[in-house]
DNA sequence: TCTGGGGTCCTTCAGCTC
DNA sequence: TCTGGAGCTGAAGGACCC
């Protein structure tokens, strides 16, 4: 029995999905769009491996003393607790609430069959993350049916094959579906007729737009702009005075409901990195510069993995009171290789003359990336013709085979098999370890 | 209250070339 | 030969998303 024939989410469509009105016009009629979003995705995932913790608050997030939560079941978002709130906040909000720590590796593997499914409907998928995707189902109606009972069959799907519920907006434009798929929620399906984008839209807080944060949302409020309404009908002239050329523009557009992009299949990646807050703010130096050689190293065999190489290293540190600053440099080709990338960023680290700060948190980025197979290697006179690349490629081999952490550079060994920084252990770390499938 | 981690995109500014 | 402006690129920071 499918879940259609169990129960329905308590949000239906806005009109019958099937049935076109009196005048043959049918409600979903040239809404193409879906955005699909799985419920509390990581909570979901979590509940279908532990039912016997369905219906009470429980959330997924770091346990460390810095932790944030990275999702909460519907009944612990009853207590007020959300996503990126401080662990501490949401276990003082909620006492009794479940911890349970993020295994990524689960989430992966859920996504993967979820997407599948997406697939299986249409080529034109655009993942956003692990837990959400745009569909453009127009090649897909003559054999499915319309956009609507397309999006019930997914619904369906992802109950029965993956056993989590989701939530599918359907519209005209992007924008405009996923902002029904989040009015949906939980297990709901909207459907937001292309004559009816604009009384949908603009009773709407501007803070639902999409590309509306926080400070956007507080430069809209001095200008007294609170709906989706006020933004309509405020001179472009004054958005892009407030918001800068592009933002402005853009949330002009979007108030009427104009939304030129289409769903496309991503391209390459951008950029890689990785960061890492520590348990307690560090002043060393020497410690400082092993988490970057941990951090490149990490980033280059993720580079590897995917096959990337990138020209620009960056570095990022955060400091005790939160301020953050960035340095980047922009090599001479590409690299994959950990040991030039540690170079970069430590080089980069070092110029700062940091002294003794107090640092939260340091990360190292790779952007500019081309495939590896573009990878030109000029060899120095001088330069053995096996190198650093030659035995990083080893490392990865050993790792494939021998597990996370079987080879390491020799500083990263000796600290974590005394000095660990912080009285932390170092090696291998908790985090580290934390993502499936990185390298 | 006290703020993770991995990304993308935009803006601003400075330096360089033509 | 010098100068100013346009256009490009890199660097840095910030906002936003999940």
């Not at 995932?45 to 944030?68: Q, T």
Request: aromatic share 4%.
């Amino acid at each position: 029995m499918s879940r259609s024939q169990i129960t329905r989410g308590a949000r239906m469509t806005q009109a019958d999905v099937s049935a076109p009105t009196a005048d043959g016009h049918r409600d979903d009629d040239g809404c193409p769009v879906l955005h699909v979003d799985m419920d509390a995705f990581y909570a979901s995932c979590e509940l279908r491996r532990r039912p016997e913790l369905a219906g009470l608050p429980m959330i997924v997030g770091g346990d460390g003393s810095r932790g944030v939560v990275t999702a909460a079941t519907y009944e612990a978002r009853r207590y007020g607790i959300h996503s990126a709130m401080p662990m501490s906040r949401a276990k003082r909000l909620c006492p009794q609430v479940v911890v349970l720590a993020p295994d990524f590796a689960l989430y992966t593997e859920v996504s993967a069959g979820v997407m599948a499914i997406f697939r299986d409907v249409t080529p034109v998928v655009e993942p956003l993350s692990l837990d959400e995707a745009f569909l453009d189902v127009s090649g897909a109606i003559r054999r499915l049916g319309p956009p609507a009972v397309i999006a019930e069959q997914i619904r369906d799907r992802v109950h029965d094959e993956q056993g989590i519920t989701c939530s599918v907006g359907v519209a005209s434009t992007k924008f405009v579906a996923k902002l029904a798929s989040t009015r949906a929620k939980p297990d709901g399906l909207l459907v937001v007729p292309a004559d009816r984008v604009v009384a949908f839209l603009h009773p709407l807080p501007v803070a639902q737009l999409w590309g509306v944060g926080e400070k956007t949302e507080e430069a809209l409020a001095r200008l007294g702009l609170r709906t989706v309404g006020d933004l309509a009908h405020t001179p472009v002239d004054t958005l892009v005075r407030a918001l800068g050329p592009a933002a402005g523009a853009h949330l002009a557009e979007l108030a009427w409901g104009r939304d030129p992009r289409r769903v496309v299949a991503p391209e390459r990646e951008k950029s890689v990195s990785n960061e890492e807050t520590f348990p307690r703010d560090v002043d060393d130096p020497e410690v400082v510069r092993r988490e970057l050689l941990r951090l490149a190293e990490k980033v280059a065999a993720r580079l590897r993995a995917a096959g990337y190489a990138g020209r620009t290293v960056g570095v990022k540190v955060r400091f005790a009171d939160f301020t953050t600053i960035t340095r980047s440099r922009t090599l001479a080709s590409p690299t994959d290789v950990g040991q030039e990338i540690y170079t970069t960023a430590r080089e980069l680290y070092d110029a700062l003359g940091l002294q003794r700060a107090r640092l939260r948190l340091v990360g190292v980025k790779v952007e500019g990336l081309v495939g590896s197979d573009r990878l030109t290697r000029q060899l120095a006179l001088d330069e053995p013709e096996v190198g650093w690349r030659e035995a990083e490629q080893a490392v990865d081999r050993a790792t494939a085979r021998f597990g996370r952490g079987s080879v390491r550079p020799a500083r990263l060994l000796s600290a974590g098999e005394g000095e660990g920084w912080g009285g932390a252990p170092v090696a291998p770390r908790p985090s580290a370890d934390r993502r499936g499938g990185e390298a």
